[in-house]
Every structure is written in C-alpha cells, then in structure tokens.
C-alpha cells in the first residue's frame, strides 16, 4: 500500500501549480516543496514533486535555477522570522517572576510549532542543510542572553556586558529549550499521544529549570577558570 503524502496540519490540497496565475504559481511550488521534502526528504527529487503536483519538472526549473534554490525558498517560507516582538519585552520584564516569564513565554513559543515546521528542522539537521546553525545564533541572543541575564542579575553576577556568555551559562538555557521542543517533536515527528494543551508541562518544566539553574549558574561562576564550561561562548555583542 503506498503511504500517502503528508499534509501539514491536515491541510486540504490546493490546485496544481500549473493552474494557477504566475505570482500563486511560485507561492504554490514553495509550499509543495515544503511539504515535500518534509514528507521524503532533500533527497526527493524535482521530477517526483513535478508529478506529485501534475507539473512539468521544467515548470519548476522556470522558477528555481536550481534544487537547492528551491529549498532555500521552502525553508525561508517556513523559518522566515516567526518571532514575535512583543516576546522580547515579556523577556526583559523584571517586574515579573523569571518563571511566569518563561512560562508566558514558552507556551506561546511551542503554539507556533507545526508538523511541518519541526518534521523540517529535523531533516535539515540530519541532511546538512545550515538551517540549524543559523537558527542556534539567533536563540542565543533573543532567549538564552535575557535568561542568563535574569539568572546572573538574580544571583548578584556580572551582567553580559561585563563578562561575556560562558560556554556552561548557554548549555544550561539550553536544557530548557530544548525539552520545550522536543515536547513538539514527540508529538510530530515520534507521533508519540500528547494532551492537547501541553501548557501544564511547560510549566512544570521552566518551574524545574529555573530551580536548578540558580544554583547552577553560581556554581559555572565558582568553577575553575580552565573548566571547559567556563570559556566564553556566543555572546549577545558579537561573535567570536
């Protein structure tokens, strides 16, 4: 039996990309392509997306010079800046507890995950698309530096602008985050059976973090000084 193709978030197909007006034609093409390669993979061929879409593969190439073209436009459709501005103060507001802030901040960051968007990051990692990378940088200055600020600013330590980002400090806001993905990641890519609001699980998760990440951060300050936690790390004012 073959396996049908995968609909993100049990979308309805939309018509084939040849029947559509020249500027929803790439549109369409981009997303199919998402899809696609989400569904197979980026070693899915054109020719197999041409006939998944009842196109020619000469169609696509008319758009795109290339495959990789094309993916580059599949994962800019789907990664393009999802952040939303507001989080950035909900981030920075020491007028609230560092936990109703990750919280708060956390269940609207895992709401804007879909099937889609995490089964692609996963393929872009384990076929060596930079997606990733270039994602990692931007975590580092938009969520880890404001938590590890809280952190340090909680435990009476130098701020960032004083003493850069240590390789440990990044490692620890990291625990966080990524259980909060991987919480997606059971649901969409493992298909593992999830509550439909994982809200409570997040809160469970920032509440045991942020328990232990105050000690911890005290103790990476403490560390000796060749302690491979203790070098300097991705810091919110460059890159080293």
Known sequence: MTKPAFKPDNKPAAPAAGRLPRGARRRRLVEEAAAFFAEVGFEGTTRA???????TQALIYRYFP??????DAALAEVFGDRWNPE?????ADATRPLEERLTAFYCAYHGRSTALSLRLFVRAGLEGQPLPGRHGARLTDRIFAPVIGALRAEAGLPDLTDKDM???ERELA?????AVVFLGIRRHVY???????????????????VAGA??????LHSAAGDSALAVPQLTPRGRR
Do not use: C, N, Y
């Open 49 to 55: 997306l041409a006939a998944r879409l009842g196109v």
């Open 66 to 71: 290339s495959k990789q073209d094309l993916i």
């Open 87 to 91: 989080w950035d103060a909900l981030l």
């Open 166 to 168: 240590m390789r440990g």
């Open 174 to 178: 990291m625990t966080l985050h990524g």
């Open 191 to 209: 298909q593992m059976p999830m509550p439909r609001s994982v809200d409570d699980i997040i809160r469970l998760q920032v509440e045991t973090f």
């Open 214 to 219: 105050r000690h911890s951060i005290k103790t």
